[in-house]
C-alpha cells in the first residue's frame, strides 16, 4: 500500500511539473525544500519572508547563452552547522561530485538558504540529476533540464 501511495504522488508531481524530492529516499530533517531558479541573489543577505519562494523563483528548464547559471536553491530547516554534499548525473552517465561546508550562523529565523550553481553554457544539453545529502543523510533527488540555445 505504501509503495503504491508513493508512486501515486510521484506521479501526480511529476505530472504537475513540480521539483520536488524523491519522497522515498528524503530522509534529512534539516531539508526543508529544494529546487531550481533563474535567480541571482547576493550572498549572505537575509531576508525576512515566511516563504522562501517569494525570493526565488522555481524553473526545471534552462537555455545555454540564455540562462547563464543553473542554481540550486536548498531551504534548511536550521542555522546549524552542515555538511551538504552531492552527485550531478549529466545525459551522458558520467557523475560529477561537490560538497561544502556551512558555518552555524547567529541570529534566528525559520529557515536558512544555501545554493550550487552550475555554468549553463558549460553543461551538456539534456537532462542532469543530482542527489543530494546532508550531514551524510539523503536529501533528494532533483532534477533539470539544459536546453540549446535557439
Not at 525559520?110 to 542532469?128: I, N, Q
Not at 550531514?135 to 533539470?144: L, M, R, S
Amino acid at each position: 500500500m505504501t509503495t503504491h501511495i508513493r508512486t501515486v504522488i510521484a506521479f501526480a508531481v511529476g505530472f504537475l511539473g513540480t521539483v520536488v524530492p524523491d519522497t522515498a529516499s528524503a530522509q534529512s530533517p534539516v531539508m526543508r525544500d529544494a529546487w531550481f531558479t533563474h535567480t541571482q541573489t547576493v550572498p549572505g543577505q537575509r531576508y525576512g519572508r515566511e516563504d522562501p519562494s517569494q525570493v526565488w523563483d522555481r524553473t526545471t528548464s534552462f537555455t545555454q547563452g540564455k540562462d547563464p547559471k543553473v542554481i540550486l536553491i536548498m531551504i534548511l530547516n536550521d542555522w546549524g552547522a552542515h555538511t551538504i554534499a552531492g552527485a550531478r548525473q549529466g545525459p551522458d552517465g558520467r557523475r560529477h561530485t561537490f560538497d561544502y561546508s556551512l558555518e552555524t550562523l547567529g541570529g534566528g529565523g525559520r529557515w536558512r538558504g544555501t545554493s550550487r550553481f552550475w555554468d549553463t553554457d558549460k553543461l551538456a544539453p539534456g537532462k542532469h540529476v543530482i542527489e543530494l545529502t546532508i550531514d551524510g543523510v539523503k536529501a533528494g533527488t532533483y532534477e533539470f533540464e539544459v536546453k540549446r540555445a535557439p
